[in-house]
């Protein structure tokens, strides 16, 4: 029996979700036995607004964990990380994405259309907020943050406060959650964010037997779309809580596998609302992302980010409130 390898996570249900799922694919695909090791995080300690407490709150620890070797590898919520590479550790997989589109969890089993004007619906993401601003059905539109159960219960539970609520899909569908979504959102109104759904797996490039080990875990498609929507977010020099909202499709076309990659910038009140759209091939996926950036930036995307707060160019802001 080999010594088990540790895989260091966040104590949240989802965070303890999404990591035993990849523990038993990695248990399945190797024999090797793998122990959840629990990092308390600073995003996990604090109750302040994400957006304020700074650089890849969720994340940091876990990689200080990583470099402190009290953990072999670490999975992470892709779409928290910063867009920065990480000194000395690698992304040794990207494993199969969930549903990367969002969800709308509301009263009476309500959809999106049945909202009538007024009704106030929950969301801490910049990127949510605006898009349901840019809907213009007078949705009145309230920050919220906490963990999912915290989130569902501003609508589900007894002392529900909110009309409804928009999260991610993926969150829902690793906790099992999926009887409480009333609207999987159309990308067409509400695009998810980068990476969105996905999951990263991250390891020390100075442990090449593991970096080796894990990549049985790593799904091609999977990766070519976090690439194109990751390539669109860090050319846009924004951080994961900024109004940019990314999705990347694949699908077999004439010419072979094709990548169909959509981005928009929306500002925060959604009086502003860059969309546009690019397609290339799987192996061209950052180089999508990359173009696809430029483009928007040539329509003005720079000035609506510089409006949109603390996530404007040249900060260094990676808090996620999604
Ligand atoms: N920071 C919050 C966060 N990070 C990852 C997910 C779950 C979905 C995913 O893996 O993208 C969520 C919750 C949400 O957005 O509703």
Redesign the pocket.
Known sequence: MSTPLRLGTRGSK?AMA?SGHVAEALTAATGRPVELVEVVTAGDRSAAP?HRLGVGV?VSALRDALAARTIDFAVH????LPTAAAPGLHIAAVPPR?D?RDALVARDGRTLTELPPGAVVGTG?LRRIAQLHALGMQLEVTPIRGN?DT?LARVLGPEADLDAVV??R??LA?LGRTDVVTETLDPMLMLP?P?????AVECRVDDPDLVELLAVLDHAPSRAAVVAERALLATLEAGCSAPVAAYAELAEGDAGEEIYLRGAVISPDGTRDLRLSRTGTPADAAEIGKALAAELLDLGADSILGQAGPTGPGTQQFG???
């Open positions: 989802l999404q994400v969720f919520s892709y779409k928290d969930q990367p993401a999912v989130r999260l991610a993926a969150g690793r964010a990476a969105q759904g996905a999951l996620s409130t999604e």
